[in-house]
């Protein structure tokens, strides 16, 4: 079951700060093609990539 509400809320605050999904997922440190399906609520973000990422953690 694909969650998304944390796609929401990250997609949410990445156009709030006015980057693009390429921009953003440099900042976060995650694969474009990967966070571009969580922002689209596509796919669950992962645990393992929560924690690689200090600021997926402020985001959600």
Do not use: H
């Amino acid at each position: 079951m694909i969650r998304k509400d944390p796609g929401n809320r990250i997609r949410e605050l990445r156009q709030k700060l006015g980057l693009s999904q390429e921009k953003f997922g440099l900042k976060i440190e995650m694969d474009r093609t990967y966070f571009a399906s969580v922002d689209a609520g596509k796919r669950n973000i992962a645990r393992c990539n929560i924690k690689k990422s200090p600021t997926v953690w402020v985001l959600i």
